[in-house]
């Protein structure tokens, strides 16, 4: 059973569209991760969020915390080719020592 | 340059013969981690440590070891690999388990065939 869902699981986009995805649960988390991860690489952190309802932005990134604290939403503005990559959502669970991971979501942005 | 380093990138092997995967980092962190990556189920935590000679399961701990001697290394033992473990693999480490930034390695890729 996973903990966190995400979708879409893959999303192909043109050059300067935008795009949303999406990290999903029934559980409640301390903290919530973005991660990026490109081919032969391990994932890279993006940002954290704590606060119900927080949002963040990294530059054409927004990342949002759920009010709830369940989910999470990444949306990008005018994806670039650069922005091509595994997009990974991580979840704290008060108290816990471990991080559980989401399904994942591959992006590719066509010139 | 703060770092995880895994060895070795690529392993291709049979099943039953035990193997060893290494993972060093150089930030002085406390806490480290293994993870394998199969498609469609993101991360999954193999082990963790939080310090030298403590070490606790994660998610999926069946059919792999790990010891803690030393800070700095977290090496991830495979007794009897089986084709089932075919996988990435990746160590990580942070400063604290908490809401710290994790930093990974690049990656091992398990071939057992």
């Known amino acids: 059973t996973q903990l966190l869902e995400q979708s879409p699981q893959f999303l192909s986009i043109q050059e300067g569209e935008n795009l949303t995805v999406y990290c999903n649960s029934s559980s409640v988390f301390s903290s919530l991760q973005w991660y990026r991860q490109e081919p032969g690489e391990g994932p890279v952190l993006l940002v954290t969020?704590?606060?119900?309802?927080e949002v963040k932005k990294l530059k054409r990134l927004t990342f949002q915390f759920g009010d709830a604290r369940k989910d999470s939403s990444l949306h990008i503005t005018a994806a670039q080719p650069g922005d091509t990559g595994l997009y990974l959502c991580?979840?704290?669970?008060?108290?816990?020592?471990?991080?559980?991971f989401g399904t994942g979501t591959r992006l590719t942005v066509i010139p | 340059e703060a770092q995880v380093t895994q060895n070795p990138r690529y392993l291709i092997t049979v099943t039953g013969k035990k193997l060893t995967v290494t993972c060093s980092q150089n930030?002085?962190?406390?806490?480290m981690s293994w993870y394998r990556q199969d498609p469609g189920l993101g991360l999954r935590q193999i082990y963790y440590s939080m310090n030298v000679e403590v070490t606790d399961k994660g998610d999926v701990p069946e059919g792999y070891k790990v010891s803690r001697k030393e800070k700095r290394n977290f090496p991830l033992i495979l007794e009897s690999p089986s084709p089932n473990q075919t996988s990435l693999y990746f160590c990580?480490?942070?400063?604290?388990?908490?809401?710290?930034?994790?930093?990974f390695g690049s990656g091992t890729q398990l071939s057992v065939l």
């Open positions: 990580a480490s942070s400063d604290a388990p908490g809401d710290e930034k994790l930093f």
């Open positions: 991580a979840g704290r669970q008060t108290g816990a020592n471990n991080l559980f």
């Open positions: 969020v704590v606060t119900g309802g």
């Open positions: 930030m002085n962190h406390e806490y």
